[in-house]
């Protein structure tokens, strides 16, 4: 019996002082995105993620705080990676991604257990462009030295 108050105890220290619920929803959103989502090899393939509004983001106002929009995208990002695969390959490489900016515009309020999904957004023609003439000076530089291309094999 000891042992469960103990086990309670630390529970509740670790979700309500380390913000417990943002530790399992990354890792619950990557696993959903690579067992139950089909992959998507296109890295600029646009993708939603779909959450719900938990009652530990809500702040004294009622509804969603602002930082926790951050965290559900950050989120969101970890489940775009890993279904294009850049989490496996960064992990291979023991590797980490970092966020280098954010911007974000707040549209309308949140209210506790209010569904939403995280859109991820449609990139420029230039920078398209830029992907697929890096991509196209890969191929050909790979040809050029009589190196096969990683998508053959």
Not at 108 to 134: A, C, D, G, K, T
Request: charged content about 20%; overall charge neutral.
């Amino acid at each position: 019996m000891l042992w469960l108050l103990v086990a309670l105890g630390l529970a509740t220290a670790y979700f309500s002082l380390l913000d417990g619920w943002y530790l399992v929803r990354v890792p619950l959103a990557v696993l959903r995105a690579s067992l139950l989502q089909s992959p998507i090899r296109d890295l600029l393939a646009e993708q939603t993620y779909v959450g719900r509004v938990l009652p530990s983001d809500i702040d004294l106002l009622l509804h969603m705080n602002n930082a926790r929009y951050l965290r559900e995208a950050d989120v969101a990002r970890a489940a775009h990676l890993t279904r294009c695969g850049v989490l496996g390959a960064l992990r291979a490489l023991g590797a980490h991604f970092v966020l280098a900016s954010s911007c974000v515009r707040y549209r309308r309020s949140m209210n506790v257990l209010e569904p939403f999904e995280v859109e991820s957004p449609e990139f420029s023609r230039e920078l398209q462009h830029w992907i697929s003439y890096n991509e196209a000076s890969s191929q050909k530089l790979r040809a050029e030295s009589g190196l096969s291309s990683t998508k053959d094999q």
